[in-house]
C-alpha cells in the first residue's frame, strides 16, 4: 500500500467552493483561502439558526494503547462512507498541534484512504487559529507583568496617579497565568522571567503548549463572538496580595486578547480524500480540557449535514465522558449515537494476564482476556443513554477468525450493533456496513443523560465522576485540594463542571493498570480554575502540558523538496 | 477631519481579485484569503522573470523625532499618486508587528487618506507570515536545547549509541539563538530555562520580538525558496565546547524550519484607500537588520508595474543605508529615485539651539536652524548617485511662510525637487505634485555606488560606513569587539555586509544629538553575525530587541463592539 503522504498527493481534490457548495452554504458565508481551505462565516450560523439539527455522532475508543486504535481514521473514513451513501455528512475535528508534529512522526489528517487532505496543510498553520491562541494568552501574559513591573518600580501610590489605574497588588506567588508557544520545549517548562534590573520582579513561570491554555478550551466552547468575549474577560490571571481574584477583564486585556481571537471563531473548512466536507475547529486537550472540536462548528454542520461524525479525545473515560459533561452541557446538544473504535492489538494489550507476545499474533485466549476492557467502554458509553455501535478497525494481519468471535462477542453484548471498518485500506468503500449501522442507531430514541446534577456540590460530582463514571472506590484529596474545593465553592465556581486531568493510559489514575482495573482510588492533588471555560480541572497525577523533543524527532526528516513540497510529514 | 479608523471604514473596498487582475497577476497566479487580501503565489515570479523592471522608488526621511513624520503615509499616498496619474504602481511595504500595536497607540497602515485598508486586517494577522517566524524560530530554539538536553543526560557515547547522530557538544555560554514572540514582553527580555530536574541544563536565555529575528531579515532577501532553504541552513545557533559553530543545518532542523517559512515566502496584497496595489511582506528591523521589505515583493511588483514605492526603516543614516549596502547588493536591483520625508515639526527639533518652544508654532529662526538635519540627508542619499525629492509633510496649522522658505530652500539645493504633500489630508489629489516630480526624477541617468566595496576587511567597510556614511571621526571598538572581528574575519566571513546597529534618533550613537552632530566617534561593543541574511551586525549602544508596555498600554482601547467588529486600534 502507498504511504499516507503519496495518497493525499494522488487525490484529486476539488476546489474548497465546490465543497462549501455542496455542504449548503452560501456565496458569501464563507472566505476561501487558497484552494484547499476555507473560513466558514459565523454569518451562516445566524442564518442558520432556525434550521432543524442533523444527527450528531461521537467517535471515542477504548484505553487507547502503544499500537493506536486509528480514531481518526474512523471518524474520517465513516465520514466518507455516510457520504457514499449519499447522506449529507460533515465531520468535525480538531486542529492537530505543530508541536507534536515535529516531535513525534504523525500528523493527524487520519492516514491510508480516510484522511483529510492535504495533509501538510492541515498539519501546519492552517488558518492560524492556534497561532492566535498563542498571541492572546501571551498578551495577557506581557500585560500582566508590565502591571506589577510599573506597580512595583513607582509604588501604588504613585502607580495610580500617573496612570490613571487602581492597584492590582499582584502576588507573584499566585501567578496562575504561564505562557504558551506550539512546540514541544521542555527547557521552558519551569523558568524564571524578568531577571535583570529594569526588567524584574523576578518571578517563577514557564510555558505549556498551546493547545492547553484555556483560550483553546474557549474557543470550543463559546456559542458566538460575544460569549467568548466574556468568557475572555472571566479567565483567571493572578491573584492579589489580598487573595482576590486578578481576570482579564480586571487587568483591562480581555478586550484585546478577544480582537486577536476573533478571526479564529470562524472554523476552517477542508475535505477528506473522497470530497466530503470537515470543519477543523479548536484544539483542546482531553485531559486538563474537554478534548473535542467547537460548539460553533458542530452548530454550523449540524443545520446544514444530516449527519456531523465527531471526534473525543483518549477513551470514553476521558473524552467521551469530558464531551458530555463540559461540551454537551453547554452546548445542549446531545450526541444520538457514538462509535467505539478497538483493535484486536488494541485488546489484546489490555489482556490482564502478564503476556508480553507479540499483539499481532493470533491468541484468542489474549484477546478474549482483554476484551473486558472494551466491555467496560461499551457499558461507560451506555450509561449516559447512547446508543454505542463498535467498530473493530482492521489491520493488515488481523486473524479473521478473531475478528469474527469478538464481532459476535460485541454483538452479544450491550452495543447496539458492530462492524468491522477497512476505511483505511479502502476509503469510503470500507466504511459503508459502519456507515450503515450507525444510521440506524442513530433512529434509536433519546436517553441521553448527564452523569452528575450540575446543581451539586463540587465534591458530589467529582465523586460521582470517579465512581460511578470510572468505577473507581472513592476519592482522596490532599490537603491542598480540600482547601481549594473549599473556597472555589466559597468563590461561587460550585456551579461549573468538573473535568478530571488523569493518565488516558488506563481507566484508572495509574498507566500501568491495563484492562479493566482493580477497584483503585482517585487521589487528586490539586484544582485549576477554568472560569472562562467553565470547568475545574481536578489533577489526579501529573499531566504533561509540555512535551520534549525526544532523540529522534521528527524534525530531521521534515524539508522542502526541489518542487518546493514539504517532504517527511508523516 | 474623521479619525482614521473611521475613513478607513467609509471607504469602499474593491474585492482584491479587481487589484490583482489591476496589477497584472494572472488568475492562477494569487490565492485570495478573503475578500480584502491575496497570498501572490511565486509561481508569477518565474513567469515575470524575463519582463523589464518598472522604476523603484526608495522613500526615506530626516532623523526621526517624537513628532512622528509620516514617511508611511507618504509611501502610500505617493503610490495613490501615481496611481491617480494613470501610471501602473505598487507599493512594497512591511507587515507591521503585533506587538508595538497593543503597546504604543498605533498601527502601521499609514494614516488619514493614505491608508492601507482595512487596518485591523493589516494590523493583526494578515496572512500569517509573522506567526510563521516565530514558530520556525522556536523550533530551532526547543531544537537545540533538546539536543543539550539528551546529550547531557546520556554523555555523549551512549547519546551516539542511542540516536545515531554525532553529539554536538554545546557550550551552554555559547549559545547564541534566543527565543522570539511578536509581543512587548519586557520580563521574558533575561531569563533562566531549563529549571527543575528533568528538564535542564539550566542556562541564560530571553526573548526577543519576532521582527528582530534572523528569520526576519531572510525573508526579506530570500530570492527564491531554494535560496531561503540555503540562507536557514546557515544560520548560526551556538558554539560547541571547542569552539566549532552550530548551524541550523548541522543540528538537522533547517529542512523543518524552512518547512514552517513556506507559506510566508508569498507576499500579501492588499490594497491603499484609493484601490492602488499593495504588497505587504518581511517586517526585518532598521538597526540590527536592513529594515526594508523583500526582495521577491519587489521583484513580482517591479515586473509588473512601472513604478515600485518602498519605505525604508527610520532616517537616510539608518533604512536607506542598510537598503543600499545590504540589500540592493544582495538583490541587484538599485534605487532609481529616492523621496526624503521631512515636516516642519521635525526640523524645529533638530535646531541645534536649545530653544524648548512648541514646535508647532512659527519660528523662522528654528526652522533654519534645523534645516542642517534635511541637508545632511539629502547630501546622505546624493552620494549614493540616487536623486533625492524632498517632501514635506503637511500638517494642520503648518505656516505658510515657513512652508515657502522651505520649498525654496531645497530647491536651491543638491534635491532634485522638492514638494508638499497632502496625502494625509487629500489622499491621492494631495500627492499628485509629488508623484510628478518622482517620475521626473526617475527619469535621470542612473548612477548608483555602495558605500564600500564588500570586497573590503570587515574592519574598513565599517571605517568607511562610520566615516563617510554618518561623517564621523572614526571608530572605537572594544576589545570583545575587536577579538570579534578578527575572528569573523578569519572564519570566512569577511564579505558579508556590515549592518550598524545604533540609535536612530541621532546621526550619530548618541540620541540626544539633534540636527548634526558635531564630530563623534562610533563606539561598537560587539558584533554578531547574521550568516543567513548575510551580514554582520556592529552594535553601537543598546539596541531594544524586544520592547516592553507602557503605564497606559493601547490595549486597554482594543476590544470587539456588538457588530463583532475590532475597535480602538489607532
Not at 493525499?8 to 452554504?25: M, V
Amino acid at each position: 500500500m502507498l504511504s499516507d503522504i503519496e495518497i493525499s498527493r494522488q487525490c484529486e481534490l476539488q476546489p474548497i467552493e465546490n465543497i462549501a457548495t455542496k455542504l449548503g452554504l452560501m456565496k458569501d458565508e464563507f472566505d476561501s483561502f487558497g484552494e484547499t481551505k476555507a473560513k466558514v462565516k459565523l454569518s451562516s450560523q445566524r442564518r442558520l439558526k432556525n434550521h432543524a439539527d442533523g444527527k450528531l455522532v461521537i467517535v471515542t475508543a477504548v484505553t487507547p494503547t502503544p499500537y493506536g486504535e486509528g480514531k481518526t481514521v474512523t471518524t474520517i473514513g465513516l465520514t466518507q462512507g455516510l457520504d457514499a451513501l449519499g447522506k449529507k455528512t460533515c465531520c468535525c475535528i480538531r486542529q492537530p498541534s505543530m508541536g507534536p508534529i515535529f516531535g513525534v512522526k504523525g500528523g493527524a489528517a487520519g492516514g491510508g484512504y480516510a484522511q483529510v487532505a492535504p495533509m501538510e496543510v492541515l498539519n501546519l498553520h492552517l488558518t492560524g487559529d492556534i497561532h492566535a491562541i498563542s498571541s492572546a494568552h501571551n498578551l495577557a501574559a506581557a500585560a500582566l507583568d508590565a502591571r506589577l513591573h510599573h506597580e512595583s518600580r513607582l509604588g501604588a501610590q504613585a502607580f495610580t496617579n500617573q496612570s490613571g489605574l487602581e492597584p492590582l497588588n499582584i502576588n507573584t506567588d499566585r501567578i496562575f497565568w504561564r505562557r504558551v508557544v506550539d512546540h514541544n520545549d521542555r527547557s521552558l517548562r519551569q523558568i524564571e522571567v524578568g531577571l535583570g534590573q529594569p526588567n524584574g520582579p523576578e518571578h517563577a513561570s514557564g510555558f505549556d503548549i498551546t493547545a492547553s491554555s484555556e483560550l483553546m478550551a474557549i474557543l470550543a466552547l463559546s456559542r458566538s463572538v460575544e460569549d467568548m468575549r466574556v468568557r475572555v474577560g472571566r479567565v483567571v490571571l493572578a491573584e492579589s496580595r489580598d487573595g482576590e481574584l486578578i481576570t482579564a477583564e480586571k487587568l483591562g486585556v480581555a478586550g484585546a486578547m478577544a480582537a486577536i481571537m476573533l478571526d479564529a471563531m470562524a472554523p476552517t473548512l477542508m475535505q477528506t480524500l473522497s470530497g466530503a466536507p470537515c470543519l477543523i475547529h479548536a484544539g483542546p486537550f482531553a485531559n486538563i480540557a474537554h478534548g473535542n472540536s467547537s460548539i460553533i462548528a458542530d452548530d454550523i454542520a449540524l443545520k446544514l449535514a444530516d449527519v456531523v461524525v465527531t471526534e473525543a479525545g483518549f477513551g470514553s473515560d476521558m473524552g467521551f465522558e469530558k464531551f458530555c459533561n463540559i461540551k454537551v452541557h453547554q452546548s445542549g446538544k446531545s450526541p444520538d449515537a457514538a462509535v467505539l473504535v478497538t483493535t484486536l492489538k488494541a485488546l489484546k494489550s489490555h489482556a490482564s494476564d502478564q503476556d508480553n507476545s507479540d499483539v499481532t499474533e493470533p491468541k484468542q485466549t489474549r484477546l478474549e482476556a482483554g476484551f473486558a476492557n472494551l466491555e467496560w467502554h461499551i457499558n461507560n458509553v451506555s450509561q449516559y443513554g447512547v446508543p454505542v455501535v463498535v467498530t473493530i478497525n482492521r489491520f493488515e494481519h488481523d486473524c479473521p477468525k478473531e475478528l469474527a468471535w469478538l464481532l459476535q462477542k460485541v454483538r452479544a453484548s450491550k452495543a447496539f450493533g458492530c462492524e468491522i471498518s477497512d476505511a483505511f485500506s479502502q476509503g469510503a468503500e470500507g466504511a459503508k456496513a459502519l456507515a450503515d449501522t450507525v444510521l440506524a442507531a442513530c433512529e434509536q430514541p433519546q436517553h441521553f443523560k448527564f452523569l452528575y446534577d450540575h446543581g451539586l456540590p463540587l465534591r458530589e460530582k467529582l465523586l460521582t465522576l470517579a465512581e460511578v463514571g470510572l468505577g473507581a472506590a472513592g476519592i482522596e484529596l490532599s490537603a491542598m485540594a480540600t482547601q481549594q474545593l473549599e473556597k472555589l465553592q466559597a468563590e461561587g465556581f460550585g456551579h461549573l463542571s468538573i473535568c478530571l486531568a488523569k493518565t488516558p493510559m488506563s481507566i484508572s489514575h495509574d498507566p500501568t493498570l491495563k484492562g479493566v482495573p482493580n477497584p483503585f482510588v482517585i487521589a487528586v492533588e490539586k484544582f485549576t480554575l477554568n472560569a472562562g471555560a467553565g470547568f475545574i480541572t481536578a489533577h489526579a497525577g501529573k499531566v504533561m502540558t509540555m512535551p520534549g523533543l525526544g532523540l529522534k524527532p521528527a524534525y530531521l526528516n521534515i524539508d522542502i523538496d526541489n518542487q518546493g513540497n514539504i517532504v517527511g510529514l508523516a
